[in-house]
């Protein structure tokens, strides 16, 4: 058996060998990687809130918002610009502002909230969904993220 597992290791094949031999088996194999596999996504989203928490959640969340503006075809840095002021000025890209007087909720400030249901069912505390409800509501709407700010300036709403 321990030639076997020597000729496999040494063609890149499997290598399983007899446990009472000090080697694992297959099935014992495929178990330790799924579980080194769990540490790593562990590891990983564990730097994911660090890195968060050292550059703040409203950079993340803007950092959510470029990403989703390059498939609605807003790849100048003018459009983001014009997206960041108008959500700075609406929410401070906090995801869970809320306007008590008016019901307006979450990073774009959907009046009334529950709209970005249509997004996802997560709309009220994830700013993906929140970011992606307002991406295709200033779409609709203005065209573009400098067309609602521009709307923003003029109106002092949008």
């Known amino acids: 058996m321990i030639a076997l597992g020597v000729a496999a290791?040494?063609?890149?094949?499997?290598?399983?060998?007899?446990?009472?031999?000090?080697?694992?088996?297959?099935?014992?194999?495929t178990v330790m990687v799924a579980a080194q596999k769990k540490i790593h996504e562990k590891r990983i989203s564990k730097l994911i809130h660090v890195k968060q928490r050292k550059h703040g959640r409203r950079?993340?969340?803007?950092l959510i918002a470029k990403t989703l503006m390059a498939r609605h075809g807003w790849r100048q840095?003018?459009?983001?610009?014009?997206?960041?002021?108008?959500?700075?000025?609406?929410?401070?890209?906090?995801?869970?502002?809320?306007n008590a007087s008016s019901g307006a909720h979450g990073i774009?400030?959907?009046?009334?909230?529950?709209?970005?249901?249509?997004?996802?069912?997560?709309?009220?505390?994830?700013?993906r969904t929140q970011i992606k409800w307002g991406l295709r509501y200033v779409k609709h709407r203005y065209g573009t993220p400098c067309?609602?700010?521009?709307?923003?300036?003029?109106?002092?709403?949008y």
């Open 9 to 29: 290791a040494v063609v890149g094949g499997p290598m399983v060998m007899d446990p009472v031999e000090g080697a694992v088996t297959k099935a014992q194999h």
């Open 59 to 62: 950079q993340a969340n803007k």
């Open 77 to 98: 840095p003018a459009q983001f610009r014009c997206l960041e002021q108008l959500w700075t000025r609406e929410s401070g890209w906090n995801q869970h502002s809320h």
């Open 108 to 127: 774009p400030q959907a009046l009334p909230g529950s709209k970005m249901a249509g997004a996802g069912p997560n709309w009220r505390s994830n700013p």
């Open 147 to 157: 067309g609602a700010w521009g709307h923003f300036q003029a109106t002092g709403w």
